[in-house]
């Protein structure tokens, strides 16, 4: 009877372990095919980001963006076009404390394009696309003060873009 016995039990080990080895198994392959959750921290209906947004980085075209009702940060990113290079993955977003003063960014004249522009006070999009053909037609500005030299600028309009715009540095 003893023999018998040792022969239950080892049956019964050897169906346990084989049970768990293939348990195991199975659960490993179903943990391999779940899909990764993505959530998404755009909600339109509920987003209150109201004022202007400074997007840079790897992106076509750097700048300060006015927000409308509705914008989401994946539209005002696509507005500022995303560069080839550009990781998605790694977004950096900062949002400034009330009552703090940042050096907002500066437009340089020699490569803005004319929509750029049109967001300094005093240009429209008559001036803005006068500077871009002054610049194909002469080269690059060589000082702010070129800007004098285009038709219909005058010391008022300069004055009010002074501290705004750069030729490069």
Not at 105 to 126: F, H, M, R
Not at 144 to 163: M, T, Y
């Amino acid at each position: 009877m003893t023999g018998f016995r040792d022969k239950m039990w080892l049956i019964i080990a050897v169906f346990l372990a084989v049970s768990l080895i293939t348990g195991g198994v199975l659960l490993s392959i179903r943990l391999a095919q779940l899909q990764p959750v993505e959530i998404a921290l755009e909600d339109t209906a509920t987003a209150k980001i109201q004022g202007e947004v400074y997007i840079s980085g790897a992106v076509a075209r750097p700048g300060i963006y006015s927000t409308k009702a509705g914008d989401s940060l994946t539209s005002l990113v696509s507005a500022a076009g995303l560069s080839d290079n550009a990781d998605t993955e790694h977004v950096k977003l900062y949002v400034p404390c009330k009552g703090e003063i940042k050096q907002p960014q500066k437009v340089d004249l020699n490569t803005a394009g004319a929509w750029l522009l049109q967001a300094l006070p005093g240009i429209g999009e008559g001036k803005a696309k006068m500077i871009v053909a002054f610049r194909e037609k002469n080269g690059p500005l060589r000082s702010v003060d070129d800007l004098l030299k285009i038709e219909g600028f005058g010391a008022s309009i300069l004055d009010k873009i002074r501290g705004l715009v750069t030729i490069g540095d």
